[in-house]
């Protein structure tokens, strides 16, 4: 028998094994693994492209209405003085000029954006396409407990854009747009930093609304228990308003009000490891 014919041979009885035991090689997970990711560029370009369109709207109504007073929650603490009659409280009164220096620089920024707001826009179907390739991998039961995965995903991250977008935001364009050194120098704010800034808090409050997901995989496969989470409480408790001093301006302010909703992540995940613990003892009991 020719070389040839044994390693097709071979061949042969390693496509019969996968096809019987419905095993995957590695190679053909990493095909499976670049198709699921070539789905999702495609996804985000093809957000991009929507965003990328859309610009006049993007921008004018979306990424520098938060500097403008009637955004609606410059309203809303405008309100707040009126009631507590604190004008002190009102946040983004004072135009804020927005320049560009750069010679490709609002069409730089303007790529950038589409970018960022395909993801944003696409996120639910990368998270889909990220399930569909562990999904299979789950036992039956671990999928049972996984079940909208993808929806809790979507859901956390997108209220953490809005977060970041009503709340950060605002509160940071005011603290910087109105910070002054001197008299003597008029902030005109560069059109790539603003940009940027928006960007990173709104994608970042979007990831750390992850929290409780995190806390709940890392529960599933015994990492941390919710007697670890309680036991250090007070130092994700610093963690957490560290994190929350990064994404937000430097004031006392607007730190507890962005710290208040991370707390309360953090509490739902240690509520979560709590009930995966109580499955999974009563499971223990079943099968004993």
Do not use: C
Request: no cysteine; aromatic share 14%.
């Amino acid at each position: 028998m020719s070389l040839k014919a044994i390693l097709s041979g071979k061949k042969e009885k390693e496509k019969n094994r996968v096809r019987n035991t419905g095993e995957m090689s590695f190679l053909e997970h990493l095909e499976e693994l670049r198709w699921h990711l070539v789905r999702s560029s495609i996804a985000v370009v093809a957000g991009a492209v929507f965003v990328f369109i859309n610009v006049k709207f993007i921008f004018d109504q979306i990424l520098f209405k938060p500097k403008t007073s009637d955004f609606i929650t410059n309203r809303f603490f405008a309100w707040m003085a009126k009631v507590f009659d604190s004008p002190s409280i009102q946040i983004n009164t004072k135009p804020i000029e927005i320049i560009n220096i750069d010679l490709s620089g609002q069409f730089t920024t303007h790529i950038t954006i589409a970018m960022v707001g395909g993801i944003i826009i696409t996120i639910p179907y990368i998270f889909y396409e990220f399930w569909s390739f562990i999904r299979p991998a789950l036992y039956d039961k671990e999928k049972k407990y996984a079940t909208g995965a993808v929806f809790y995903t979507s859901f956390l991250f997108l209220l953490g854009v809005l977060f970041g977008y009503y709340l950060i935001v605002p509160l940071t364009t005011h603290f910087f747009g109105a910070y002054s050194v001197s008299d003597e120098v008029v902030n005109q704010i560069n059109l790539n930093s603003y940009v940027s800034s928006v960007s990173t808090v709104v994608l970042g409050s979007g990831l750390v609304f992850e929290l409780p997901i995190i806390i709940y995989f890392l529960s599933k496969v015994g990492i941390i228990t919710s007697s670890f989470l309680k036991t250090y409480r007070r130092h994700a408790y610093v963690l957490l308003l560290l994190m929350a001093a990064i994404i937000t301006p430097p004031d006392i302010f607007s730190m507890l009000l962005v710290s208040g909703p991370l707390l309360l992540l953090y509490e739902a995940g240690v509520i979560l490891a709590k009930r995966i613990e109580k499955k999974k003892s009563h499971e223990e009991l079943l099968e004993a």
